[in-house]
C-alpha cells in the first residue's frame, strides 16, 4: 500500500534560518504529492503540490521538487518567519484519490 | 474564500454515548469526507462519500460509524457507543470534480471520558 514519512519533529529554527523537512514515500503508479499546513487551532490548509515527476511545488516562499528517483518531496524555504510555526503534513493522492498523510512534523519558529 | 465549517470545535462525551459531528462541505463539491488525527498521530482516513453513498472507507470506519447527509448542505458523522480510544481530531473535507482539490475544515476535538 501507499505510505508516506517524514521527519520527526519538533524542528526548532530561529528566524530567517533555512527550512528542510523530509518527505519519502511508497506508492505503487505515479501519484500526486502534496504539503498541507496546520496552523495551531485550524484546519488541514494545501500549501502546495506536485502532479509529476521533476515538478516544483511553490507557494509563500514554501518550495518542494517531486523526484521520482529519490521517492521524495522535501519542503524547503529559505528564510522562515515566527509565523510560519505550525505542523506540515506531506501527502500523496494515487489512483483512489483518498489521501495518506505522513504523520506531520511540528515547526517552531523563534524570534 | 470558501471554506468547510464544522460544529462543535470541540465536544466531550461520556464513553458508551452517541455523538454527532457535524459538517458544511463546500456548496458546489460533490465529495465528501472524514478524516481523524489522535495526537500526535498521522491523520487517517475514514470515509469518503458521493452520491449520496459511502463510496470508500477504511478498517476504522467500523459498524460504531455511519454517515449521513440529512439535507443538501449538512454532512454528519455519528459515532453510536463512543469508546475511549475514539478520542481524536475529527476533520471533514469536501472536493470538487477533480477530487485533488480537497478543502478541509478545522477539526473537531472529540474527548471521551
Known amino acids: 500500500g501507499n505510505s508516506v514519512t517524514q521527519m520527526e519533529g519538533p524542528v526548532t529554527l530561529s528566524e530567517e534560518a533555512f527550512l528542510t523537512i523530509n518527505c519519502t514515500y511508497t506508492a505503487t503508479g505515479y501519484p500526486s504529492l502534496f504539503w498541507y499546513v496546520q496552523y495551531p487551532g485550524e484546519g488541514l490548509q494545501l500549501l502546495l503540490k506536485?502532479?509529476?515527476?521533476?515538478d516544483k511545488g511553490s507557494n509563500k516562499g514554501f518550495e518542494a521538487t517531486y523526484r521520482k528517483e529519490t521517492t521524495s518531496f522535501h519542503l524547503e524555504k529559505g528564510s522562515v518567519q515566527v509565523s510560519d510555526s505550525a505542523v506540515y503534513f506531506c501527502a500523496l493522492i494515487g489512483g483512489s484519490y483518498i489521501p495518506t498523510f505522513g504523520r506531520g512534523t511540528s515547526l517552531i519558529v523563534h524570534p | 474564500e470558501p471554506e468547510v465549517t464544522q460544529t462543535p470545535s470541540h465536544q466531550v462525551t461520556q464513553m458508551g454515548q452517541e455523538v454527532i459531528l457535524r459538517c458544511v462541505p463546500i456548496?458546489?463539491?460533490?465529495?465528501f469526507y472524514w478524516y481523524r488525527q489522535i495526537l500526535g498521530q498521522k491523520v487517517e482516513f475514514l470515509v469518503s462519500?458521493?452520491?449520496?453513498?459511502?463510496?470508500?472507507k477504511s478498517e476504522i470506519f467500523d459498524d460504531q460509524f455511519s454517515v449521513e447527509r440529512p439535507d443538501g448542505s449538512n454532512f454528519t458523522l455519528k459515532i453510536r457507543s463512543t469508546k475511549l480510544e475514539d478520542s481524536a481530531m475529527y476533520f471533514c473535507?469536501?472536493?470538487?470534480?477533480?477530487?485533488?482539490?480537497?478543502?478541509f475544515g478545522s477539526g473537531t476535538r472529540l474527548t471521551v471520558v
Open positions: 462519500f458521493y452520491n449520496n453513498e459511502i463510496s470508500e
Open positions: 456548496s458546489n463539491h460533490l465529495y
Open positions: 506536485a502532479t509529476k515527476a521533476d
Open positions: 473535507a469536501s472536493s470538487d470534480r477533480s477530487r485533488y482539490g480537497y478543502t
